[in-house]
């Protein structure tokens, strides 16, 4: 294996890579099948459970809030085994295997026997399973009286080419802003290698009957085909990024998560994503920007699920002239209801607020956004123009045999005097979302189409602090505001063999000039928008964006994927050439789900 890395030192990612092969096809265990305790919003145990979802055997309301607790998750997977007659037999493996009943080969696992996903948790010491892959998923593992800890090494490396069409200058970003943030940032690159090297450690475990608590650290190299759209310090959906002299990124990322958990609620504090409302878009709150911090409150019962949570956002467009990065903060509650087993409903509010440093008598963090039950309308009135309030509505029915149609409603400082009588007033902002979902019960598959639109200004405000902005990315719908967009989705295999997933998405946009704010830029007050009446989605210089991303990988042991994918980006902007990119690239995969940082 040294030789191969030494003899492919001039491409060293790629002489890593086939190290990195001949390690996972020599490590003979069926272990490591990951199960954390929190385990990622793209994690295949979610996947699996949004294909339940989709053909009835659980409600949509519990996925309403994501990422879910694995205890959560294991009382949703073992609801569904009381009723597995109903499942198909793929669907039957994928239970046991996310249920930790089966190991990958099919073989029971070394706690069958407890029909859990993990070991007893109350085991003596001297019944606890050996350190090294002792309970058949994890690298190390220790179990005892009142406690359970598991540690898994993080690794993702993959390796591919760029080819880059273009016909002139290059176009502006996705926001319609300077050039720099999502486009290519100068002259269109030569086609070129692309690469990727991440490494790290997780570990998570419980303590006594509800503490758990989830930590992992990556450190990562990368040159993506879209290297060029580093700035400031920073990158797409990313915190803090160094650049390389070669323009490579260099980053790390921190995630860690301590909570507890009783039967009917969940406290968390952390540092993680999350996502508000079903389907792969929401324009409530996304997992499209970087992690952040929070405090959340998760409560369950009957037929609702609430949650509630306070989170710190990063002002990267209030940066001193030190390089300070000011904070604010934002207040999150959503409620959902199951109406009957096939019709729930979503409830939702958000406030972003920041501190006065005009008059400083008000700090951005109070006391009143931790209140879980506080009407969010009272609070924005209270911060004056230090705080923007949005509300919204959504639901979703299942027709019956695999058909799920969705839909969701954002309200952001709407006039409503002027909704209907002044259609075109910049005030009436909002956004709408229109899903439908197919499962087919015979085979592992679930397919999504949506279909998206928003006002412009939807999310920007009259300051960076209060616009709904994480660093440089928006919070909410992935395609911003003053937009249509067009988004499919399938996956296919979750807890399988084989993975499978491709997203397609088109977007109309209206973009920013260089002089004139149109509402396309989320980043841009809306203070200097070009006019206060006569607005019309679109309207500015017209973007078309396409976007495909299709994989497939395999699973050599538990957890350990080697595959393909590729990426496909095409932005025509009106009066500028049109910019494209394919990235075609081989991906190796140890404890990271599919789509790490892409999806």
Known sequence: MTIIAIFFGRTRVLGLLLTFLALGLTSVPDANAQFPVIPDINDPVHVFLQRLAGLGHISSVELASLPLSRFEIDRLLEDVEKRR??????DRTALDYFRGVKLLSGRDAPNAATGAAH????????????????????????????FRIS??????????????????????????GDPGSNGFGGDPPRNRTTWEFNRGIRAFGTLGKGFFFDTRVHEVQ???????????DTAPRLRAVKLADDGHWDYGIARAVIGFHSEHIE????????????????????????????????????????TGMVAAFDDLAGRSSSGAIPRKYGSFHLLGIELSKRLVIELYEGILVTDDTTTGVRPGLDISLFNPLLHLRQVEVDYDNLGTKSIGIGGSYYAGKGHTVRTQLLLTEFTASKIFS??????????????????????PLMLRFEYSTARPHTYSHQQSGTSFIHYDDVLGHPAGQNFRDWTFSGTYGAGGLWEASLVVSRTLHGANSADVNYGGDPRVSYLTRHSDNDNSILQGIR?????VDASVSRQLIAGFFVGVAAEFYSLNRSGAARQSYLNPRLVLRWGVPNGFQRN
């Open 267 to 306: 406290l968390r504090f952390g540092r993680d994503k999350n996502v508000l409302g079903t389907g792969r878009n929401t324009f409530w709150l996304s997992n499209y920007a970087a992690e952040y911090d929070f405090v959340q409150f998760r409560a369950s019962f009957w037929r609702i699920r609430y």
């Open 422 to 443: 002044e259609p075109g007033y910049w005030a009436n902002k909002w956004g709408i979302l229109l899903g439908y979902d197919y499962t087919p019960a015979s085979i």
């Open 85 to 90: 007659h109903l499942l198909g037999a793929r």
């Open 222 to 232: 990368e040159k993506p085909a879209n290297a060029e759209s580093a700035h400031d």
């Open 543 to 547: 973007e078309e964006m396409w976007f």
């Open 119 to 146: 070991d007893a948790p109350n085991a003596s010491a001297r019944d606890s399973p050996p350190i090294i892959f002792g309970n058949g998923y994890d690298l190390i593992h220790a179990s005892g009286e009142g």
């Open 151 to 176: 540690i898994n090494p993080l690794l993702s490396m993959s390796v591919g080419r760029a080819f880059y069409g273009s016909d002139g200058d290059p176009p502006s970003d996705g926001f319609g």
